[in-house]
């Protein structure tokens, strides 16, 4: 007894030794519920009960596992097995196959699983032609199944029409089950509840019933405990009423008080301490439970120390919201010198339809996850259709299975001829496979037309299932063939070739699983199930051969998931909705959308339901909890903050931003998980490893960071497309906004070459490492445009003495004043060679037939650009850290028209030169002057696209946009207000070459 009771705390011990016969144990998340449990069991047996007489249920076959494994640790190896230890669904399949003839229940009755019980009422509505969700149906009739209620009772009911055609549907399954000698989930219960009714001496013998997670109970259940210990009144259960979060299953949380008023005598001892979650956590889910004025109020004391307050992020949108889950994952993996492993980390869902978003910033970041509640083992395509041929052997008269196999693989029988012979079965009120073994052996002709080669078909199918049945009814008394009956079957199906035939692409994986199927039954081969104990006055059926293999079908239906090896376990996040999360518990965990809509759902009738199950979420944290919020969800919809952490009183519960992991923070975390604390050197070098040290990269008040956060990829900064759509709702960046200013001036020795003068880029939220990089860069590119004025220097006094660049005189002469040509324009620069005297020797101009064609300007437009690029030599500063404002008009002004000398309207486009004004020598001199003047008097790191309405915003140069109209203006034509008036060229918006005709308006973006 020492050993038992070492290490119970008080309660615990109180709970464990009570000799009430009736005991409500309270235990609130973590605080050591299973352990006191199962310290329960060790100590009735110890006190003299025996094993075989003590009931022990459970709600999934994970809990039933952990539960045994620890009584075994208690009570020695051996004794754990003879416990009648299982789900409710289990134990209550127990007492019906020993038990059942006494109510007309088959010895090896089937088990229809969710998909079975759809498929039928599938086929009923559409042969009825009734309007009717198939889905919504099936639930309906679990409810009523649920609370008791039986076809008869609801039809007897019935007034209205919409209810006789459910009634219709409730009545012709139940005789399709009953036909195909199948009983669904809650038949199980039911019927098992049928059983001990009319024979209570099924259960005379039994001495103790144990209940875990008894808040999840329905009704149904609750008078199935009852049943069970109707003879000597002993129960214990453990629950809390805190984490009722399973209405939708018909779960009663009434279960608690109706337990006190049937059994007086109950005693109600309430586990205190937790030991799971650090301080600050478990004040935080106290705050949002406490919310219900209607709860019971218990005490919930901390073992850990304070840890860091929860976070409670707003961010802009759901797919940002992805992204900082994302960053903060790796932030906290980082920071805290590998502490955290992927598999530390749970993201937590009111719906799974949540998981768009973040599974898909998972997947581009590279971090393995996974999504529990997936495709079971039982359920994937090669193991379901070996798990039907086995079902089929052992009953033939399931309908369902027989269907799904009886041409796979291919026996030349059509799913039209499949579904005539249904339909007549079900017509004559005979299971399909008495139809099609009386067809086979020539007894009756069907109505249905066969094909000679469907009916070779049926017959080969029909030889093999008698056959199975025959080599799993002539084993000896000793030994069970399950294994040799399987082995069988897949040589006579040829199966793995059939595999390899239908799957090439991922053969070997699914050969593995069904590898993994036969080891599966060699296991329950292995494994001894003990029978219920012998009772005076009712006879036990006897187990014989063929007992395994409805054994082993019934542990297939009734499981949930094939759990892997040890050793397998892979490190990576988990994604899983908060029902199936509840029992487990993560370092870490998120739980996004927590807005009004997603909880408390939208279709949520029971609003302290939902409060109960952001709880449940919430205490699934041992060290970390992160909550966020969108502004916006997934459908660009305003969200509202969950009423549940909205109040005020909830201000001081939690930070606004995730946490600063210093030494001391990692210090904390260490001894919440029970780990070893990385060093504190691994820790300061760790802040080195990642692009953020602080949870800054997104504003705290969930606002978008700017217009562009809206378009531009944060995590691609090179990405420069503009959006289809604008969004309508904008937010003026009131901070102050960090100035990155970058110059870029191209001159060739052309008179009518272009420069481009300089624009101002605005960053808006700018972290310290981002300002920094940018500060290095600016400091790099004034190095750059010092040594670039030197050459620039030498170069215009160079060019004093030129002439216009290979122009002719007399060609110069027929244009206006100030006119280049656009050959020099798209040219290249000219090469001078300078003498040893500095003045130059030579210039190459480009001949008249450098002139450009439309193919050829398409194909040298990209070029110019990036010649403006390479030329400045400066660093690019990435669009997302400008403010960059939404323009209500085009990018670029639409081409001004020219006027002839007479004042018509030429309707020519024209492209603005940077050509100086030549009207004389000391014209162009001045000109000159001029442009040296205001290039020195610029930035130099400064770079801006003019554009020739000056309305129009300035446009970074990397933000240009080919679908618009490019115009390049001198400083002269800029600033000179009294230069003449210049025709030039111009290129159409769409790029296809120059134009001379009229023109048409933009296209709205």
């Not at 939208?602 to 709880?615: G, I, M, N, P, V």
């Not at 030494?663 to 780990?675: G, M, N």
């Not at 100086?916 to 001045?926: E, F, H, L, N, Q």
């Not at 115009?967 to 070459?993: C, E, I, K, V, Y």
Request: hydrophobic share 35%; net charge positive; proline share 5%.
């Amino acid at each position: 007894m020492d050993a038992l009771l070492d290490g119970l705390n008080a309660a615990q011990k109180s709970a464990v030794t009570s000799p009430a016969s009736v005991v409500q144990v309270l235990a609130p998340p973590g605080s050591g519920k299973t352990k006191t449990l199962t310290a329960r069991v060790a100590y009735l047996i110890n006190h003299g009960l025996l094993p075989w007489n003590i009931i022990v249920c459970t709600f999934t076959i994970k809990a039933a596992r952990e539960m045994k494994e620890r009584i075994r640790g208690f009570v020695g190896e051996g004794v754990e097995s003879r416990l009648i230890l299982g789900t409710f669904h289990s134990v209550a399949r127990r007492f019906l196959v020993l038990y059942g003839n006494h109510i007309g229940i088959e010895k090896n009755f089937g088990i229809a699983d969710s998909s079975d019980s759809l498929a039928i009422i599938k086929r009923i509505i559409k042969r009825r032609g009734f309007n009717v969700e198939p889905s919504a149906a099936r639930s309906r009739i679990s409810g009523l199944k649920a609370r008791s209620i039986s076809c008869e009772g609801y039809i007897a009911t019935t007034k209205k029409a919409d209810q006789q055609e459910f009634a219709n549907i409730y009545a012709e399954y139940e005789d399709t089950l009953k036909a195909s000698s199948l009983l669904d989930y809650d038949d199980l219960l039911l019927r098992c509840g049928d059983l001990l009714r009319k024979h209570p001496a099924c259960v005379s013998s039994i001495q103790a019933v144990l209940i875990d997670e008894f808040q999840d109970t329905n009704r149904v259940q609750y008078e199935l405990m009852s049943l069970f210990a109707q003879r000597n009144r002993t129960i214990t259960i453990v629950g809390d009423p805190d984490q009722s979060i399973y209405g939708f299953r018909s779960a009663e949380i009434k279960n608690l008080q109706r337990m006190r008023h049937q059994y007086p005598e109950t005693i109600v001892v309430n586990l205190e301490k937790n030991y799971r979650s650090s301080g600050s956590i478990l004040h935080s889910a106290l705050a949002v439970i406490q919310q219900d004025e209607s709860r019971h109020n218990k005490t919930l004391l901390a073992t850990h120390c304070v840890g860091e307050r929860p976070v409670l992020r707003k961010l802009p949108s759901a797919a940002v919201e992805a992204g900082w889950i994302v960053s903060e994952i790796r932030r906290a993996k980082v920071l805290t010198g590998e502490l955290l492993a992927y598999n530390d980390f749970a993201i937590l869902l009111r719906s799974a339809s949540l998981s768009r978003h973040i599974e898909s910033a998972l997947g581009k970041a590279g971090i393995p996850y996974r999504m529990v509640g997936g495709h079971r083992f039982f359920d994937r395509v090669e193991v379901k259709i070996v798990l039907d041929y086995l079902r089929v052997i052992n009953q033939p008269d399931h309908n369902d299975a027989l269907v799904r196999v009886i041409n796979v693989p291919s026996r030349k029988v059509g799913e039209v001829t499949i579904k005539h012979l249904l339909e007549e079965a079900e017509a004559k009120k005979t299971p399909l496979w008495n139809l099609v073994l009386n067809v086979v052996q020539g007894k009756a002709r069907p109505q249905t037309k066969l094909s000679s080669q469907a009916e070779k078909g049926l017959e080969t199918f029909v030889n093999l299932i008698l056959t199975s049945r025959k080599k799993l009814q002539s084993v000896d008394e000793e030994s069970c063939n399950l294994i040799d009956l399987i082995a069988h079957l897949l040589r006579k199906l040829s199966f793995e070739e059939f595999l390899r035939k239908t799957h090439p692409e991922d053969f070997e994986a699914r050969w593995a699983n069904v590898e993994e199927l036969v080891a599966q039954a060699t296991d329950i081969t292995v494994a001894t199930e003990e029978a219920l104990p012998v009772v005076e006055d009712i006879d036990q059926r006897e187990f014989s051969s063929e007992d395994t293999l409805s054994k082993f079908l019934a542990n297939v239906a009734l499981s949930t998931e094939v759990e892997k090896a040890e050793g397998e376990q892979v490190s990576q996040v988990t994604i899983s909705t908060i029902h199936a999360a509840k029992g487990l518990e993560w370092p870490a965990v998120f739980i996004p959308a927590a807005y009004e809509g997603s909880i408390p759902h939208s279709r949520a009738e029971d609003t302290d339901e939902e409060r109960r199950l952001l709880y449940v979420g919430m205490t699934r944290a041992q060290s970390l909890l992160y909550l966020s919020c969108p502004v916006k969800n997934s459908q660009r919809e305003q969200t509202i903050l969950s009423p549940f952490i909205s109040s005020r009183s909830m201000a001081n519960v939690f930070d606004p931003k995730g946490p600063s992991f210093r030494f001391s923070v990692t210090l904390d975390l260490s001894r919440i998980l029970r780990r070893p604390c990385p060093p504190e050197s691994t820790i300061q070098n760790a802040r080195g490893l990642v692009d953020r040290v602080e949870d800054d990269l997104w504003p705290l008040d969930g606002e978008e960071l700017d217009p562009e956060n809206s378009y531009w990829d944060r995590s691609e900064p090179s990405n420069s497309t503009f959006p289809l759509e604008v969004p309508s709702k904008r937010r003026r960046v009131e901070a102050t906004t960090a100035v990155t200013t970058i110059t870029a001036s191209v001159t060739t020795h052309n008179p009518s070459a272009y420069s481009i003068s300089s624009t101002t880029i605005h960053s808006g939220f700018v972290s310290a490492g981002a300002h920094m990089k940018i500060l290095r860069e600016t400091e790099a590119a004034r190095g750059a445009a010092a040594a670039r004025e030197a050459v620039l220097k030498k170069a215009r006094r160079d060019e004093s003495g030129t002439n216009t660049a290979g122009l002719s005189t007399k060609t110069a002469k027929k244009r206006l004043a100030g006119q280049g040509s656009i050959t020099n324009f798209f040219a290249r620069p000219s090469v001078t060679t300078v003498q040893g005297n500095g003045r130059p020797a030579q210039s190459t101009a480009p001949s008249k037939q450098s002139v450009l064609s439309k193919s050829s300007l398409q194909r040298s437009w990209p070029a110019v650009l990036n010649n403006v690029r390479s030329a400045s030599h400066t660093p690019y500063v990435p669009p997302s850290t400008s403010t960059h404002k939404p323009r209500s008009e085009p990018l670029l002004g639409r081409p001004r028209k020219v006027e002839d000398e007479e004042g018509i309207d030429t309707k020519r486009y024209v492209l603005l030169s940077s050509s100086p004004v030549k009207s004389d020598d000391g014209d162009r001199a001045a000109a000159q002057n001029d442009v040296t003047t205001k290039y020195e008097a610029a930035s130099p790191t400064k770079i801006t696209l003019s554009s020739p309405n000056s309305r129009e915003p300035n446009l970074p140069l990397n933000d240009f946009r080919p679908a618009s109209t490019f115009h390049a203006t001198s400083f002269t034509q800029s600033h000179n207000r009294s230069a003449p008036q210049r025709r030039t060229l111009g290129m159409r918006r769409s790029l296809q070459g120059w134009s001379v005709k009229s023109h048409q308006p933009p296209r709205p973006r």
